[in-house]
């Protein structure tokens, strides 16, 4: 198994454009989490799902931020429009017994 | 409040000596406790996970943790520690509350493994 595919593995866009991120998760995994990570606030655990529905969305930070889970082998998340703030990089991990991280998204927003 | 504690920003030690990177946690119940590693440009990777049992667990890279109840801490462990150690630590709960679905990460702690 290739593991948890994340993509692209660096976005570089300006401050009000769309963003979009995405995974694929490990095959058999039920359970997807999208994370943040950040030097002043660590790693945020934004939203997860189980079997494709939204668990809990709780830590998306602004109404900018929508994530998706479409079907097992999918998901986005979407920053739109995106600020400088949002500058981090972006790890979705899934889960079957354990727990497993993508490589990570570093997003730049100028 | 549940939080997890990593109060060592960053360890130092000598390859060839033994390495402790402590952990504490704040979860009512009793929660799943796990430890990843962060290597530069790389996603978290798994270590290893307290659920029950042994109080002592053994994990990848010849790392163990050591469960302590009373002191609700869970301290990452190697009996000599090698300069390909290096990384950023990660101490972690899963709250009963939370179904043990949510990961509650700690800030990390950077470990420095000199030759």
């Known amino acids: 198994d290739a593991g948890v595919i994340q993509s692209p593995r660096h976005e570089v866009t300006e401050m009000g454009q769309e963003v979009t991120l995405r995974c694929k998760p490990i095959?058999?995994?039920?359970?997807l989490f999208w994370y943040r990570q950040t030097m002043m606030r660590g790693l945020e655990l934004l939203i997860y799902?189980?079997?494709?529905?939204?668990?809990?969305d709780s830590g998306m930070p602004e109404d900018r931020f929508s994530a998706k889970m479409p079907n097992a082998s999918f998901s986005t998340l979407k920053i739109q429009p995106s600020e400088p703030r949002d500058s981090a990089v972006y790890f979705c991990a899934s889960r079957g017994d354990e727990q497993f991280f993508g490589p990570g998204t570093r997003l730049t927003v100028l | 409040a549940q939080s997890v504690a990593q109060p060592e920003d960053q360890v130092n030690v000598a390859e060839g000596n033994p390495l402790t990177v402590k952990c504490t946690y704040s979860?009512?119940?009793?929660?799943?406790l796990f430890w990843y590693v962060q290597y530069p440009n790389r996603g978290l990777q798994f270590l290893l996970k307290?659920?029950?049992?042994?109080?002592l667990v053994k994990g990848s890279y010849g790392f163990e943790a050591e469960f302590n109840k009373s002191q609700t801490s869970f301290h990452l462990k190697k009996p000599s520690a090698l300069v390909s150690d290096s990384a950023l630590y990660f101490c972690?709960?899963?709250?009963?509350?939370?179904?043990?679905?949510?990961?509650?990460f700690g800030a990390g702690t950077r470990l420095a493994v000199h030759p």
């Open positions: 979860v009512s119940g009793n929660p799943y």
């Open positions: 095959s058999g995994h039920d359970y």
């Open positions: 799902f189980n079997n494709n529905v939204p668990i809990d």
């Open positions: 972690a709960v899963r709250p009963y509350l939370s179904g043990y679905n949510k990961l509650i």
């Open positions: 307290y659920i029950t049992g042994d109080n």
